[in-house]
């Protein structure tokens, strides 16, 4: 009796999955991917971003599996709208073409990581687990503009130069943070950069959360400064 106290306490509950793709048969086959997985339960499915916003807000999701180019509106927009009303649902950005630009921009709204739609069901798989567990997943690519982004940033808020508004203070990255950020844009896993700066594999991935928060961050602080910047209409 008092194992099966344990067991029920040790066990986390389902992690709750939101599916948002307008083609019915990768939303359909993702489904029945989902739906065999013990440590996962479908939530829902939305077939535009319209219908993926209003889901994600009524059935609170861990995960979302997002589609970029939906009908009514986009993933990059649904992804934005998304996560500033629910920060603890995490987004994954789903995608057919290896479209970086699109896929960045999904980032910068808030997405924790993104696969595109010919990855191995393993892969769909662990990276679900993943984001349940707090960790992003970054490609080369998108590490790099994640770097520029960060580099503008420093540029455009000189250090040791006051914001004008203190409540639009930017988060800059830590030396430690922008050494991680650098090795994984030359295309090195979690586990060289843990060897190479003498880290647990475990707080590499922190680290790379870390970053992904603070450009989070970062792209919020950007807008509202770009918003008040904008002329008041009359």
């Known amino acids: 009796m008092h194992h099966d106290r344990r067991m029920n306490r040790t066990t986390p509950p389902p992690i709750r999955i939101l599916i948002a793709e307008d083609q019915a048969l990768?939303?359909?086959g993702a489904a029945l991917l989902i739906s065999m997985e013990p440590d996962?339960?479908?939530?829902?499915q939305a077939r535009n971003g319209v219908?993926?916003?209003e889901l994600a807000e009524l059935l609170h999701p861990d995960v979302i599996l997002m589609d970029l180019h939906m009908p009514l509106k986009g993933g990059v927009a649904a992804t934005r709208e998304i996560t500033r009303a629910l920060p603890a649902t995490q987004v994954l950005v789903l995608t057919t073409l290896d479209d970086d630009e699109t896929v960045f921009e999904a980032v910068r709204a808030g997405a924790h990581a993104y696969l595109l739609k010919d990855a191995e069901e393993d892969e769909l798989l662990e990276t679900i687990r993943a984001l349940r567990r707090g960790e992003s997943r970054l490609t080369?690519?998108?590490?790099?503009?994640?770097m520029d982004q960060f580099r503008r940033l420093a540029i455009a808020t000189p250090r040791g130069v006051p914001d004008p508004s203190p409540s639009l203070n930017t988060d800059a990255l830590n030396d430690k943070e922008e050494r991680v950020l650098q090795l994984l844009s030359e295309g090195r896993t979690n586990r060289q950069i843990a060897n190479t700066l003498f880290l647990a594999e475990g707080t590499v991935k922190n680290y790379v959360s870390r970053i992904m928060e603070k450009l989070h961050a970062n792209t919020r602080t950007e807008l509202?400064?770009?918003s008040r910047k904008q002329p008041r209409p009359d």
């Open 40 to 44: 996962m339960e479908l939530v829902g």
């Open 224 to 226: 509202a400064i770009l």
């Open 26 to 28: 990768v939303r359909r």
């Open 51 to 53: 219908e993926a916003v």
């Open 140 to 146: 080369p690519q998108i590490a790099r503009k994640v």
